[in-house]
């Protein structure tokens, strides 16, 4: 975890998170898995109160689930935790869109013209994600989508709304990752729609907004009805002691 300037307990604190994080987004800590927090100091070579205090952060974004006994869990969200998400999202954007009709990030932010600066990177990450997406790149798609998402947000809504909708991005992709690694049609199911929805923001579109947003939510129930079609996992007969 390289760093500049001479590394603090706060930073370090950021950096053990941050790489727990996309451990947990790449599906490289799996849903249910169990550590403490000796194991993850000895991973990194750390001391343990940084390392503690991370996993607290991340207990606290709904990743983790904390056990005074056993260490620390990644958290296992349920299909039915992934539908509330979709309403929450849902709900949010909504509110946003009637308290803005112009829809579009130029008049949408209550304060004035948003740099073009900005409306550049927002369709560079969609292009990106859009991209990756078609490919069935997931590992690609996952980094470009977050940050597509965050700056979308910020553009649209205060940072109270903006840190809301990104914690509700993560953990929609912690959700996602095991089903779609473990679903040999999985790419089939990963969303493109980004470039569309950017264009519609940068356009001052509510029309095209939410048509965009509605395609992807009905995208996101569809899947969530196909995971609740798939034959639950077998387990195998536990043997006699």
């Given amino acids: 975890m390289p760093a500049s300037g001479p590394v603090t307990r706060s930073t370090l604190r950021q950096q053990i998170a941050d790489a727990l994080r996309d451990e947990v987004l790449a599906g490289r800590l799996q849903p249910g898995r169990e550590f403490t927090v000796k ?14 205090e991370a996993l607290v952060d991340l207990s606290a974004q709904g990743l983790l689930d904390s056990d005074q006994h056993k260490g620390f869990r990644v958290h296992q969200f349920t299909v039915d935790d992934y539908r509330g998400m979709i309403e929450a999202r849902s709900l949010i954007v909504d509110g946003i869109l ?55 947000g910020g553009l649209v809504a205060n940072h109270y709304i903006a840190d809301f909708l990104h914690r509700l991005r993560v953990q929609a992709w912690v ?53 609740e079609r798939l034959p639950a996992p077998r387990r195998e007969p536990e043997r006699p002691e």
Wanted: charged share 30%; with cysteine; proline share 3%.
């Fill in 98 to 152: 009637r308290r803005h009709p112009g829809g579009g990030a130029r008049t949408g932010t209550g304060r004035g013209c948003v740099p073009d600066e900005a409306l550049v990177s927002v369709r560079r990450r969609a292009e990106a994600a859009a991209r990756a997406a078609r490919a069935g790149d997931l590992d690609i798609l996952i980094g470009y989508d977050v940050r597509f998402w965050r700056e979308l």
């Fill in 175 to 227: 959700f996602a990752v095991p089903h779609l690694r473990g679903d040999r049609r999985g790419r089939d199911w990963l969303w493109s729609g980004h470039e569309e929805l950017a264009e519609a923001v940068a356009a001052g579109s509510t029309r095209r907004v939410v048509a965009a947003l509605g395609a992807y939510r009905t995208h996101s129930l569809r899947w969530a009805d196909h995971l």
């Fill in 39 to 52: 194991q993850i100091a000895e991973q990194y070579g750390v001391s343990a109160t940084p390392v503690r």
